[in-house]
């Protein structure tokens, strides 16, 4: 094992025993976790204080919901951009950087008046969202070794599954007794916090990393790689998946289902359970075989889906699936994430860092699909149907990714099994 982020290798005199590893790689990952936490509960406060927001700023809440696409349209640009131009600096330097950036844009977004100035600074918030998760997954990979890689960077995307069913229920508490803007004061020293236990808990970068990490045009090679445009486009469509049914969960289960308006916030919180659940055992299922893994949550994604759409009459059902959708939705980022790494090995930074990107543009795809049923007159539950046949292709661009694989007509993207 080679010396990667302050991880003994193998050579005499530096291996240590695993009791004396464990502590501090752990103390890392969930440095890295808190980061991403306090990341995705800034990016999914709007959910719950978007009449909040719209009522103060004087604007109607559809326009308001401009302020979630800006923030979205931030991480698109900011993910792959930061990471072209910082791709040199120390990661762990850049990490606190990201931090702190995003601290400042949360505090200026409570500062502002007005909704122009407002949505200026949700794009702004936005900007080195997608970046920050590119590095913190590079660096967690770093810690451990390839058989643990998808595991410690599903402890990174815990912060975010976690953000769903702590943040958001606690911020929109927060957020309708004290006012929006002391929610985004309180997400910004979240952050300031984060920002310390990096630099506390996260191994000091080796004196060279900056001198011996890719230059931006071996970062960009990679892309010259079908299979990381495969992959990517896994991620749009199966994430878009997601996002069809998440952005209309509470008129689903009003409107269809035929829950009170006071029950939504326990099921968003069954939602971020599910989110979480699906992250562990992704991860798990991603290290024993990566391909297979991406398979089976696609797969499992489409049958809930239409079985949520069939079913979400019923409120017993309904519950049901509100868990078990997410958790196969996010079954399968685990394995994307990784199988990115791995597809660019040597240069990982930008190609981890567009996994987010094209989780944001899943964002807008998904809603919009959504969006385009119910609008046409099918209902509520139209989404999950819309949501179902999105699983269905994103299955049919892993199978064909792997049957290329196979028979090594592409640039070889490491084992099938690990």
Known sequence: ?????????????????????????????????????????????????????????????????????????????GAPLLTAVSVRLPRKGLLIGLVLAL???????????????????????GLPHGAYFGVATVVASGLVDVRRRSRAMAVVFAGLTVANIVGVPLTTFLGQHAGWR?????????????????????????????????????????????QVWLTLAVAVVGGGAMFATFSYITPMMTHAAGYAES????????????????????????????????????ACESVVAALFFLTDRN?????IWVALFPFTAMAIIPAVQSRLITLAEGAPNLAAASMHSAFNIANSIGAWLGGLTIAAGYGY??????????????????????????RGTVVDAGPVRR
């Open 1 to 77: 094992m080679v010396v990667r982020q302050g991880v003994p290798s193998d050579r005499p005199g530096l291996q240590l025993p695993a009791s004396a590893r464990v502590g501090p790689v752990r103390r890392a990952l969930l440095a890295l976790a808190f980061g991403s936490f306090g990341l995705a509960s800034g990016e999914f406060v709007m959910l719950g204080l978007l009449p909040n927001v719209a009522a103060s700023v004087h604007v109607s809440i559809p326009t308001a919901g401009y302020l979630i696409s800006a923030y979205a349209l931030g991480v698109v640009i």
């Open 103 to 125: 601290a400042a844009g949360n505090v200026g977004s409570a500062a502002v008046p007005g909704f122009v100035p407002l949505l200026i600074f949700r794009f702004l918030s």
């Open 182 to 226: 002391v929610v985004f004061g309180a997400i910004g020293a979240l952050e300031v916090l984060a920002a310390l236990a990096i630099t506390a808990a996260v191994p000091k970068p080796r004196r060279d990393e900056g001198a011996d990490a890719p230059a931006l045009a071996h970062e960009l090679r990679a892309f010259r790689q079908p």
């Open 263 to 298: 029950s939504v916030a326990l099921l968003l919180v069954l939602f971020g359970v599910g989110m979480t659940a699906g992250n562990v055992v992704g991860a798990r299922l991603a290290d024993h075989d990566l391909m297979h893994a991406l398979y089976l949550g696609l």
């Open 315 to 319: 409120e017993l059902t309904a519950a």
């Open 381 to 406: 539950s139209s989404p999950n149907l819309v949501a179902a046949g999105l699983a269905v292709l994103g299955l049919g661009i892993a199978l064909y990714a792997g049957s290329l694989q196979r």
